[in-house]
C-alpha cells in the first residue's frame, strides 16, 4: 500500500491496526486463491481417473439421481456426462441393478 504522509508523520495505533489488518486480508484472499487453484487441480486429476478407468465407476444418490457417471458408464447408455446427471427420463430408465458391474463379462462383478 502507497501511502502519501508529511515528512516526519509518526502513524498511530489506530494506521497500525488498520495496516495490519489490511495485511491480514490480503494475506487470506492470497491463501483462498491458492486453495481454490489446489482443490480444481485435485478434482480434475481424479476426473481424469474417473474417466479413465476401465469399468463403470458412478454414484447415485438416495433418489437413485446420478451424482458422477465415468466416460464408460454414459457410452453404456448412450448418453453423455451432462445429459445423464440431468435427464430425467436416463435416471428413471437406469436403475442400480441393472448396471453391469465387469465390462469384459456383462455380468455382476461377484462378492
Known amino acids: 500500500m ?3 504522509l508529511a515528512r516526519g508523520h509518526q502513524r498511530d495505533e489506530t494506521e497500525e491496526g ?3 489488518a489490511a495485511a491480514d ?3 487470506g484472499i492470497t491463501e483462498r486463491k491458492r486453495a481454490e487453484e ?3 487441480t485435485e478434482r480434475s486429476l481424479l476426473r481424469t481417473l474417473i474417466d479413465n478407468l476401465p469399468d463403470a465407476i458412478y ?7 446420478f451424482l458422477v457417471a465415468n466416460k464408460w458408464v454414459t457410452s453404456v447408455m448412450g448418453t453423455t456426462p451432462d445429459m445423464a446427471l440431468t435427464s430425467t427420463s ?3 430408465n437406469w436403475r442400480s441393478d441393472s448396471m453391469p458391474m ?3 463379462s456383462c455380468k455382476p462383478a461377484s462378492r
Open 102 to 104: 465387469n465390462r469384459r
Open 59 to 65: 454414484v447415485k444418490d438416495r433418489d437413485s439421481h
Open 25 to 27: 486480508v490480503l494475506a
Open 90 to 92: 436416463t435416471r428413471e
Open 18 to 20: 488498520f495496516l495490519r
Open 2 to 4: 502507497n501511502s502519501y
Open 38 to 40: 489446489a482443490l480444481r
